[in-house]
């Protein structure tokens, strides 16, 4: 079996994340004095007692509410407490036993799994003040008291979880996995693009720009090949970022850039490439992220003959810094050609990570060289000694050369199609850096 899940509920604002982040040691949720921050299920991985968890943080319950992003909230919830071994329901004693307590309190007996009920805002050591016992009355049973804004009783809570984990434990090789962000500006269609790849409502999907706020791992295996997707907040411009709650989203979509394998960047078809999605896929290729261009929306745009091309055209010349990320043209709504983007996610990885000998490196290169002379300046010619790969995601080269100053822009440039038109690097940024020797060092190393 697969690593067991504990799962955080309870009402808006009672302490989750706080708690959440505490025990991951990591500012993962966001944490604001508002209620309903948190909206969809945030995983993390934390060894306690020598296993390996997976504790999941959900948005805040309010069982009664009709409101369209709550009711999703409620259905992420219900989902986390479907995989969940464990439940710890988090109540507020400032607050005591509300209405909305109750009612999930009975929504988690109907589960029939383990519950363990964390008082939370218990700021003082010793006795427990007499409010606590007042939440006998949800009828889960035996309560913990905690304070997650102090650190007061953490291990208390996570040892009673503990107690109820299945006994067996098997761990995740995550080494063949690719992780994948899915990136882009507000309402691009990128949480709907998640839920056709993995076939459920796994994030909240709504046309309300902004609905997705954390960075969300998803993992699955389509075809034999085991992916994490990574649904990220929709990056806006730095100017209309007006509350804390989106900076934070913003921070956490850079951060799943970067630890990301290969980034789906989802461009508005209707509305097409912006300033702004040029700046997010510029960071992209700046950290050496494969990428993949998915045109969302294909279906809306109107189309004669041609359309097609005269799109792609536009996109590469809004992104000429990325000339090697395919296009893919999609409806994560209706499917289309989504499987054809999932192809080129895998081949995308799978350049990243080629590798290519030194010495097949070299032919090429001195076939380059003979083909097209290096540049000079002022009587003195740049000659290239060699050139070997030392690293892959994303492929780097070391060029070994008499003069740095000598390699101008436009011959590395075409050094680097040189090698893509043999080796291909499709989807992925070359990394080249140029290192001096002079020929007696030369001459002195043979």
């Known amino acids: 079996m697969g690593k067991p899940v504990i799962a955080i509920v309870g009402r808006p604002n009672v302490g989750k994340s706080s708690f959440f982040n505490y025990v991951t040691g990591k500012r993962i949720s966001i944490v604001e004095d508002t ?10 991985d934390i060894e306690w007692r020598g296993r390996i968890i997976s504790l999941v943080d959900t948005g805040g319950l309010e069982p009664a509410s009709q409101d369209t992003i709550l009711v999703q909230m409620r259905r992420q919830a219900e989902l986390a407490l479907d995989l969940a071994d464990v439940i710890i329901f988090m109540v507020d004693v400032k607050d005591g036993v509300t209405a909305d307590d109750r009612d999930i309190a009975t929504m988690l007996r109907k589960t029939k799994k383990p519950v363990v009920l964390a008082v939370n805002k218990v700021d003082n050591v010793g006795d427990p003040p007499p409010a606590v016992y007042e939440f006998y ?18 291990g208390d809570v996570l040892d009673a979880a503990f107690e109820y984990l299945p006994d067996e434990i098997e761990e995740v090789d995550e080494s063949d996995i690719i992780k994948v962000a899915i990136i882009g500006r507000p309402n691009a269609g990128k949480s709907s693009l998640i839920n056709k790849l993995l076939g459920e409502e796994r994030v909240i999907v709504s046309d309300i720009a902004g609905t997705t706020r954390d960075a969300i791992d998803t993992y699955t295996e389509i075809d034999g090949q085991k992916y994490c997707f990574i649904d990220t907040a929709g990056m806006r411009k730095r100017g209309k970022i007006t509350d804390n709650i989106e900076r934070y ?3 956490r979509s850079l951060t799943a850039i970067d630890r990301c394998d290969v980034v789906v960047m989802m461009v508005d078809a209707v509305e097409g490439v912006t300033e702004q999605d040029t700046k997010i896929a510029g960071y992209a290729h700046d950290q050496g992220k494969a990428c993949v261009i998915a045109i969302n929306k294909w279906d809306l745009v109107e189309k004669d003959t041609g359309t097609l091309e005269k799109y792609r055209t536009n996109v590469y010349e809004s992104f000429n810094f990325m000339m090697y990320a395919p296009v893919v043209f999609i409806s994560a709504k209706s499917g289309q050609r989504v499987n054809k983007l999932l192809e080129n996610i895998k081949f995308a990885a799978d350049q990243a990570a ?13 076939e380059a060289v003979a083909i097209v002379q290096p540049p000079s300046d002022k009587g003195r010619r740049l000659k290239i000694f060699y050139m070997t790969q030392i690293k892959v995601k994303p492929p780097t080269f070391v060029i070994f050369c ?3 100053k000598l390699f101008h822009y436009s011959y590395l440039r075409y050094i680097e199609n040189q090698i893509r038109k043999n080796f291909g690097f499709e989807g992925t ?10 020929d007696e060092t030369m001459k002195t190393k043979k």
Do not use: W
């Open 354 to 366: 080629l590798r290519v000998s030194t010495g097949m490196l070299n032919d090429v290169l001195n």
């Open 35 to 44: 209620p309903g921050v948190t909206r969809d299920r945030i995983y993390e």
């Open 137 to 154: 009355n949800l009828g889960i049973g035996d309560f913990v008291t905690l304070s997650s804004a102090h650190g007061l009783g953490i």
């Open 402 to 404: 008499n003069s740095a």
């Open 249 to 251: 989203s913003t921070m």
């Open 429 to 438: 940024p070359i990394v080249f850096k140029i290192h001096e020797k002079n």
